[in-house]
């Protein structure tokens, strides 16, 4: 009862923590992540098939016409997508999926799925913002500041997603998205067949 997994949409800025709080909640096991297929360069420390699976972009456009991502898009320079089969196939096992995509991959996946749930993960402000993507100095000053670009846009994209998170600390965050999670789990549009099931439990 109550086991369907769901598909959990993790957005927001660069810079914003989206990586460091799914670390966190992976130490959940009812979790699991997709990993994406990019055509970005690895950053240092970066592995294939843990971090991304890294392509080329002619590789990358084979996946697309062979139906096999998802969705898919370009940002900053680079395609980035989700791969389809990881994603069924841990839905069908009743995990949690967590996809960690920028806002055009999220609107894709909602009206491909309308069950998934959207967060839009935020720091406070922009300045908050710029201080974890300097902090975290895998880019250049030229990136950051075409990442602080992008971060603008994104976040009048808001009304898209189905709720916000403050990242303020971690720990926060995450118990936030768990909450929602835990919520969402018990929706009754979630649990349509429960009669059927509750009414052919032996007496
Ligand atoms: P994203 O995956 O969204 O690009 P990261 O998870 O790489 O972001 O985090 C960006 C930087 O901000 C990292 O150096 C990370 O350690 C730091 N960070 C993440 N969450 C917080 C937080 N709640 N408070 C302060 N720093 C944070
Ligand atoms: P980064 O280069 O910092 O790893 O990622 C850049 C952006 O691409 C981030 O906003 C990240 O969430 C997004 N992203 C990563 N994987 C995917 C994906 O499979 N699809 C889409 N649409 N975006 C992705």
Do not use: H, W
């Amino acid at each position: 009862m109550f086991d369907k997994g769901i598909l959990l949409i993790i957005s927001g800025p660069s810079g914003a923590g989206k990586g460091t709080v799914v670390r966190e909640l992976m130490k959940n096991d009812k979790y699991c992540l997709s990993v994406s297929v990019t055509t970005r360069a690895p950053r240092a420390g970066e592995e294939e098939g843990v971090s991304y699976y890294f392509r080329t972009e002619e590789e990358f456009k084979g996946l697309t016409e062979r139906g096999e991502l998802l969705e898919y898009a370009s940002f900053c320079g680079n395609y980035y997508g989700t791969p389809l089969k990881y994603v069924e196939a841990r839905l069908s096992e009743g995990k949690n999926v967590i996809l960690e995509i920028e806002v055009q991959g999220a609107v894709q996946v909602k009206e491909r799925c309308p069950d998934a749930i959207l967060i839009f993960l935020t720091p406070e402000s922009i300045s908050d913002l710029e201080d974890r993507l300097r902090g975290r100095g895998t880019e250049t000053d030229e990136v950051i500041s075409m990442r602080l670009d992008r971060a603008r846009e994104e976040v009048r994209l808001m009304d898209k997603y189905d709720y916000i998170v403050l990242n303020d600390l971690v720990r926060n965050a995450t118990s936030r998205i768990n909450g929602i999670v835990e919520t969402e789990k018990y929706a009754s549009e979630r649990n349509r067949d429960f009669p059927e099931k509750f009414l052919s439990e032996k007496e």
